[in-house]
């Protein structure tokens, strides 16, 4: 079992920035795994935000390129989400995620609202 922990969410105005981390207890797993960030928007479906590979390739979501960055630091089992010119529209709730071959991990999600 392996428990992903999220913080620094919270209210930012729109052009401010906010950086989300995420803590994986499992180095095993951690080492094995695609990280990833995903959101959900109230009524909306959840969405890729940005991934990261265990060997360091990114993918992004359109909306977001040239806006957010994703990093790992693998020493310390953790997945980071730089988040810079913030839009009202990346209001949402955001999740940590662990993609292995055998089935995907999930942290309980850190709510970022971005006022206008």
């Known amino acids: 079992q392996v428990q992903l922990v999220e913080s620094g969410g919270g209210l930012a105005q729109a052009g401010g920035s906010l950086r989300l981390s995420c803590a994986a207890s499992s180095p095993n797993i951690f080492s094995l795994a695609s990280m990833g960030w995903y959101r959900q928007a109230p009524g909306k479906e959840r969405e890729l935000v940005a991934s990261i590979t265990k060997g360091g390739t990114t993918n992004y979501a359109d909306s977001v390129k040239g806006r957010f960055s994703i990093d790992r630091d693998n020493a310390k089992n953790m997945v980071n989400l730089q988040m810079t010119s913030l839009k009202p529209e990346d209001t949402a709730v955001y999740y940590c995620?662990?993609?292995?071959?055998?089935?995907?991990?999930w942290g309980q999600g850190t709510q970022v609202t971005i006022a206008s």
């Open positions: 995620n662990a993609h292995l071959g055998f089935g995907d991990y």
